[in-house]
T-cell receptor, first 115, second 112 residues
Framework: DGGITQSPKYLFRKEGQNVTLSCEQN?????MYWYRQDPGQGLRLIYY???????QKGDIAEGYSVSREKKESFPLTVTSAQKNPTAFYLC??????????????FGDGTRLSIL | KQEVTQIPAALSVPEGENLVLNCSFT??????LQWFRQDPGKGLTSLLL?????REQTSGRLNASLDKSSGRSTLYIAASQPGDSATYLC???????????FGQGTILTVHP
């Protein structure tokens, strides 16, 4: 079945440590997105990528980094510069094409906590 | 800057009731509006997408409307069931690269 796989489901970070969240999709989608969700709030965009080897900052990119070396993979690194990393992280993808009216499909998320 | 607000923040209804969830946005220059469902600890499931040129979309017991000029959308759920209990999120698509601006969500509880 096609879908988006995020791993791990739970992740713990120590002080000063960088951690990487995995996002893989087999939907053959061009565009991929990373969102952060805090309790009682909507999702906020961290980074997005429309094609391989290209990505753009979203609204809250500080303290995060990404890469897009393959179409199906868009890993997110939470660096030690991100002082409040505890949140639920969601990855999404979408057919890019010329039709902007295509829905985004989401993975099941990774919950990151500080030790 | 686009801002999206959802009212009410939480709603509890008995099974079988018809209900309406509200979403408002500040900038009417949108590409589309999406409604999502989120179960606890899970990702989002797309329910309906309304293009900016459309007035409404329907899927089963769900009907979503869009009034761009007033900056409002509603999600109507007919004959609610306990399985409808979840958080419902509204998101506005403002650019061609698919960036979405989300509301905070409405937590719906349907009790038997």
């Amino acid at each position: 079945d096609g879908g988006i796989t995020q791993s791990p489901k739970y992740l713990f970070r120590k002080e000063g440590q960088n951690v990487t969240l995995s996002c893989e999709q087999n939907l053959n989608h061009d565009a991929m997105y990373w969102y952060r969700q805090d309790p009682g709030q909507g999702l906020r965009l961290i980074y997005y990528s429309q094609i391989v080897n290209d990505f753009q900052k979203g609204d809250i990119a500080e303290g995060y980094s990404v890469s897009r070396e393959k179409k199906e993979s868009f890993p997110l690194t939470v660096t030690s510069a991100q002082k409040n990393p505890t949140a639920f992280y969601l990855c999404a993808s979408r057919i890019y094409g010329t039709d902007s009216n295509q829905p985004q499909h989401f993975g099941d998320g990774t919950r990151l906590s500080i030790l | 800057k686009q801002e999206v607000t959802q009212i009410p923040a939480a709603l509890s209804v008995p099974e079988g009731e018809n209900l309406v969830l509200n979403c408002s946005f500040t900038d009417s220059a949108i590409y589309n509006l999406q409604w999502f469902r989120q179960d606890p600890g899970k990702g989002l499931t797309s329910l309906l997408l309304i293009q900016s040129s459309q007035r409404e979309q329907t899927s089963g017991r769900l009907n979503a409307s869009l009034d761009k000029s007033s900056g409002r959308s509603t999600l109507y759920i007919a004959a609610s069931q306990p399985g409808d209990s979840a958080t419902y999120l509204c998101a506005v698509g403002g650019t061609s690269y698919g960036k979405l601006t989300f509301g905070q969500g409405t937590i719906l509880t349907v009790h038997p």
